[in-house]
């Protein structure tokens, strides 16, 4: 039985568990479409595929583009 509202886009609901599509990781990281590829084929971000669509893993998009900012900080050196 139809519940009268529309249906959710799939893109929306990847979006909603911290997916985006190849186009959107790349309008975020603003790099090339053919950049955001090579990273998927190369390993360097997570993804899946869902029917012929691919998502990429929203967090792993962020710590390939920031790693500086996911480190440790450094060990403090203790002053003499």
Known sequence: ???GKPPVPQERLME???YVTPRRAAELA???MVT????????????TK????RYIK?????RYLHPVLLAPP???TPTP
């Open 16 to 18: 909603l568990r911290g």
């Open 74 to 76: 450094p060990a403090a």
């Open 50 to 53: 869902v029917g012929r669509r």
């Open 36 to 47: 955001v590829y090579t990273w998927m084929t190369d390993g360097k971000v997570a993804w």
């Open 1 to 3: 039985m139809p519940s």
């Open 30 to 32: 603003g790099r090339h």
């Open 58 to 62: 929203i967090e792993s998009l962020r």
